[in-house]
């Protein structure tokens, strides 16, 4: 690659890297606690209340414009709320279900209002697949404090998030309000959801979420491995995707997914050579 095209993908690789930082560790928590769809759902819910935004006269039918962000963002706090407030170890339904559930009302009802919006092929494309390659420098800038203070907002009450995750009614025994500690997860990560959708698509945020930490439980039981690992894969897997994208001329969101699923499976072929885990 020449210089000319390095510094036209050096704004995307940066923003690959944000997402992996976020969402690798996010994606911990979301495996603890067997919830390994809300992500997608949360995404999903996003992107409908940008949908919405859509065929507001005052949001000027701009996708990536402040009120399609705000809608998508108050979207995603309902769907927080919700989530947090079925999980009960007395719950009838499973949690999962719920997830499930919204995930597809939420598609549905996404593709029910871009019915009603001009260029709605377009539109659910961009939601599902993202264009990573169009972030500015000044998205980038903006994800990076953003996350940052999401990172540390987790960090300071890592006692409390982790002893959700980790055995959530151990933590109900202990007299941890569970329920708002999980508002507080969720509107957290749906905070960070709502913000890497509008950037890279509904189902790459679901591969950086999920993909690095299934492929770090391969080969680590400790968290501060499992981390490791994860980031290493993201990171490895963000400039391989967004190479070949450019090198075969494939759309870069779709790409990276695929690449994503074949290193997990390289990762889990050549596992058994590893005799001893983290």
Known sequence: MD???????????AASLILTGIHAYLGVHVVERGVIFVDLSLAQIAAFGGTI???????????HGPHAYWISLAFTFVGAAIFATIKSRRARIPQEAIIGISYAVASAASILAMSKATSESEHLKGMLVGNILAVSWGEVL?????????????????????AISMDH???????????????????????????????????????????PSVAAMLYADRIGPRLAIGWTMGTIVSALGIYLSVQLDLPTGATMVCTFGLVLILMALVRPLFSRRA
């Open 3 to 13: 210089l000319e095209i390095l510094q036209f993908l050096a704004a995307p690789f």
């Open 53 to 63: 935004a859509l065929l507001l006269p005052f949001a000027d039918h701009d996708p």
């Open 142 to 162: 903006h994800t990076a404090v953003l996350y940052a203070v999401v990172g540390a907002f987790h960090y300071r009450f890592r006692r409390q998030f982790l």
């Open 169 to 211: 009614q151990q933590a109900e025994r202990d007299g941890l309000n569970v329920k708002l500690w999980d508002f507080l997860f969720y509107a957290s990560f749906g905070l960070v959801v709502t913000s890497s959708v509008a950037i890279a698509g509904v189902l790459l945020v679901f591969c950086y979420l999920i993909v």
